[in-house]
């Protein structure tokens, strides 16, 4: 009964191919992110959608483009993967966009 | 350009010493933090936040401090148990909640038996 789930947990591919990442969460919150991190260890926001509407789009090429079927699902495809793609992605959800989110396990993503 | 910062990489104590977890921050208009743990190969875990009106907020073995004029949070955790062992995030935001959070880099805390 896993909160919040994303597969693939570990994805290896070559540059220049399209993958997708999926999220989905079981706790009835209407709010879910993706979040990176990178080399360096930082957590970064990517996005952020509302009840399935597009709220926060931080500096991320649009070769990432997030869609929310419905508000307990967001799925994350990139285009042309680039080496500079590698890292975890890490999908959340909270209840409103005012209380603490809660992680999937991430996806580790290796391009090559 | 880090916003939150968590100088110090790693840290080390005795099972049922004080742990303290630092965090500075240079963005005053952040109102909201966060602490999260994090063991291997999960996603972080909530752990305890305050607001900027408060400056302590205590959740059983974990207190969190809030120093608003130095820019600075720290995480108290008495006493350390080995299960604490995690790397451990401060977070912040501008908006009075969780929305667009920035982390800090992260700290690896160890307790050792």
């Known amino acids: 009964d896993t909160a919040v789930s994303q597969t693939p947990k570990y994805l290896v591919t070559q540059m220049g191919n399209d993958k997708s990442i999926k999220c989905e969460q079981n706790l009835g919150h209407d709010t879910m992110y993706w979040y990176k991190q990178d080399s360096k260890k930082f957590l970064k926001i990517m996005f952020s959608y509302n009840n399935k509407e597009l709220i926060i789009n931080e500096t991320v090429p649009n070769r990432f483009s997030p869609k929310s079927p419905d508000k307990a699902h967001l799925n994350l495809h990139i285009n042309s993967l680039e080496l500079g793609d590698s890292a975890v992605y890490f999908c959340?959800?909270?209840?409103?966009?005012?209380?603490?989110?809660?992680f999937g396990n991430g996806t580790r993503l290796t391009v090559t | 350009d880090q916003q939150v910062k968590q100088n110090s990489p790693s840290l080390s104590v005795q099972e049922g010493r004080i742990s303290i977890l630092n965090c500075d921050y240079t963005?005053?208009?952040?109102?909201?933090f966060l602490w999260y743990k994090k063991y291997p190969a999960e996603g972080p875990t909530f752990l305890i936040s305050?607001?900027?009106?408060?400056d302590k907020n205590e959740d059983g073995r974990f207190t969190v401090f809030l120093n608003k004029s130095a820019k600075h949070l720290s995480l108290h955790i008495v006493p350390s148990q080995p299960g604490d062992s995690a790397v451990y995030f401060c977070a912040a935001s501008g908006q009075g909640g969780s929305e667009k959070l920035v982390f800090g880099k992260g700290m690896k805390l160890t307790v050792n038996p």
């Open positions: 959340a959800s909270s209840h409103n966009r005012d209380t603490a989110l809660h």
């Open positions: 305050i607001s900027s009106i408060k």
């Open positions: 963005n005053s208009m952040f109102d909201y």
